[in-house]
Nanobody, 115 residues
Framework: VKLVESGGGLVQPGGSVRLSCSASGFAFNIYVMTWARQAPGKGLEWVSSIGSDGGNIYYQDSVKGRFTISSDNAKSTVYLQMNSLESEDTALYYC?????????RGPGTQVTVSS
């Protein structure tokens, strides 16, 4: 299993960023995929999950209406569109195989929201 996140960076408050996670080494189209994040000094936190068919989408309350998860089975890639970013969204974002944050994850991509 290999998961590689990309797309992070420094973003101003209110800005947007789109994260991507390229997956390989497993049957991507039969797995739930999850985005999780870890803010400085805090534990790993579940953000959003998407079902294997692109349905059954769930979000943490704090990101509802601002973040959108999607996936492309043909490309074995899952995305996280993040809008209206806040300083509290600053974290290392991970792509995780499965519905739990304890699943196999990639090295992460840093998102820093700051002016």
């Amino acid at each position: 299993v290999k998961l590689v996140e990309s797309g992070g960076g420094l973003v101003q408050p209110g800005g947007s960023v789109r994260l991507s996670c390229s997956a390989s080494g497993f049957a991507f189209n039969i797995y739930v995929m999850t985005w999780a994040r870890q803010a400085p000094g805090k534990g790993l936190e579940w953000v959003s999950s998407i079902g294997s068919d692109g349905g059954n989408i769930y979000y943490q309350d704090s990101v509802k209406g601002r973040f959108t998860i999607s996936s492309d089975n043909a490309k074995s890639t899952v995305y996280l569109q993040m809008n209206s970013l806040e300083s509290e969204d600053t974290a290392l974002y991970y792509c995780v195989q499965g519905s739990r944050v304890t699943g196999t994850r990639g090295p992460g991509t840093q998102v820093t929201v700051s002016s």
